[in-house]
T-cell receptor
C-alpha cells in the first residue's frame, strides 16, 4: 500500500521554465512533508519541507505548496536550471509518535538547455 | 564537519553468503535508518534505531538484521544474501523527535550491492 505517491516517473523541462513536481498522500494524519533531491551515485539531500499548518513554504527558487483537503503537495522550481536535473523524492511523516519518513517512488527531472 | 559514511561503496557477493554493510555517523544523532532503493519503489525502510540497543523492523526487513551498540554505528547484515537483495542501500540519521527537530534525515552516499 503506497501511502505516498509520485505518479510521474519523469519530467522534462526547458531551462528557465518552471518545473512542477507532484506528490499525493493517502494518510490524513501525516503532518510534515519533505522534498529530497538525489543525484546519481550520491545519497539523497534535503531540499525543502512544510508543516501541515502551512500551505506554502519558499526557499529561493524552490516553493512547496500543500493542499491538505486534496492530500496533495507540489514542488515548484523557478527558474529551472540544468543543475536541477536529478531524482526528486517527496516524503511524509506523522510526527506525533514516530520519526520515520515514508518516501514516494521519485520523479526524475531533466532540465535541458 | 559532521558526516555519515558508508562502506563499502560497491560490493559483489554470492548467493548464500553473509554480508555486512557499515554505516557511521558523526552527527551524534540518536536515530539511524537503513533504506534500499529500487526502480519503481523509491526508498523503502529496512530497519531503524532510535538509540543504543534499540532496533526496529521496517517495511522490508526480511533477510536483514541490524545492531546498535553505540551512537555512531548501525551495521546492516544480510544473513544469507539472495539475488532479490541486489540493490542500492542508504543509511541515514536524524535527531530525535523529542528534540524538536525538523525530521530531516541526513543520508550517506550509498552502497551498491550485487548478489550473483
Amino acid at each position: 500500500d503506497q501511502q505516498v505517491k509520485q505518479n510521474s516517473p519523469s519530467l522534462s523541462v526547458q531551462e528557465g521554465r518552471i518545473s512542477i513536481l507532484n506528490c499525493d498522500y493517502t494518510n490524513s494524519m501525516f503532518d510534515y512533508f519533505l522534498w529530497y533531491k538525489k543525484y546519481p551515485a550520491e545519497g539523497p539531500t534535503f531540499l525543502i519541507s512544510i508543516s501541515s499548518i502551512k500551505d506554502k513554504n519558499e526557499d529561493g527558487r524552490f516553493t512547496v505548496f500543500l493542499n491538505k483537503s486534496a492530500k496533495h503537495l507540489s514542488l515548484h522550481i523557478v527558474p529551472s536550471q540544468p543543475g536541477d536535473s536529478a531524482v526528486y523524492f517527496c516524503a511524509s511523516i506523522r510526527g506525533h509518535n514516530t520519526d520515520k519518513l515514508i518516501f514516494g517512488t521519485g520523479t526524475r527531472l531533466q532540465v535541458f538547455p | 564537519d559532521a558526516e555519515i559514511t558508508q562502506s563499502p561503496r560497491h560490493k559483489i557477493t554470492e548467493t548464500g553468503r553473509q554480508v555486512t554493510l557499515a554505516c557511521h555517523q558523526t552527527w551524534n544523532h540518536n536515530n539511524m535508518f537503513w533504506y534500499r532503493q529500487d526502480l519503481g519503489h523509491g526508498l523503502r525502510l529496512i530497519h531503524y534505531s532510535y538509540g543504543v540497543q534499540d532496533t526496529n523492523k521496517g517495511e522490508v526487513s526480511d533477510g536483514y538484521s541490524v545492531s546498535r551498540s553505540n551512537t555512531e554505528d548501525l551495521p546492516l547484515t544480510l544473513e544469507s544474501a539472495a539475488s532479490s537483495q541486489t540493490s542500492v542501500y542508504f543509511c541515514a540519521s536524524s535527531e530525535s523527535m523529542a528534540s524538536g527537530s525538523s525530521y530531516e534525515q541526513y543520508f550517506g552516499p550509498g552502497t551498491r550491492l550485487t548478489v550473483t
